[in-house]
């Protein structure tokens, strides 16, 4: 096993990494917000949930704040950066919605995993204090992809009944 030192410089690198991709969500899930029109119950769990990762972002703050450190600008600014341009990008398709669904899906595994791994990093390195901090994090982003999970069926099926009736099957135009 890694040394303390080792750990603790890895577990930093980590949550700075995890500051950056929270930034990276809120900067994909927000303008998702703003178009959605036909899917009220996507727009209200996004709403949670961008409050949520604001409380992600001030969970890790504090725990980069033990270790004398904090986010690092760069990568945050670099991570919102192609998050704002992924959001862009699904707003050409007739089926935003469900792009971002898949999208949103995706991220939040992806967000799953990184918790996981400082969960491992906090507990073999005697980081007692991240711990709960992390579990409420990672809580919140198993949350939503249950969430997804359970009403990417909705989202399909309205989504195909808009389509076919020749609404606007788009997340707004």
């Known amino acids: 096993m890694a040394s303390r030192d080792v750990l603790q410089e890895l577990f930093v690198t980590g949550l700075k990494n995890a500051h950056a991709v929270e930034k990276q969500a809120l900067s994909i899930m927000t303008p998702q917000v703003t178009r959605i029109e036909n899917y009220p119950e996507v727009a209200d769990r996004l709403r949670l949930h961008i409050e949520e990762t604001n409380g992600q972002i001030a969970r890790l703050d504090e725990i980069l704040a033990e270790f004398d450190s904090s986010g690092s600008a760069l990568k945050d600014m670099g991570l919102s950066m192609s998050g704002s341009m992924a959001a862009l990008a699904h707003t050409v398709a007739g089926d935003e919605i469900v792009k971002n669904s898949f999208a949103n899906y995706a991220f939040e595994h992806f967000e799953i995993a990184a918790y996981k791994s400082l969960l491992v990093m906090a507990e073999d390195g005697g980081f007692a204090n991240a711990v709960p901090l992390l579990k409420q994090s990672l809580g919140e982003e198993e949350a939503m992809a249950r969430w997804i999970d359970e009403h990417l069926p ?15 099957a788009k997340a707004k135009v």
């Open 154 to 168: 909705v989202v399909t099926r309205r989504y195909a009944t808009l389509y076919a009736e020749g609404g606007s």
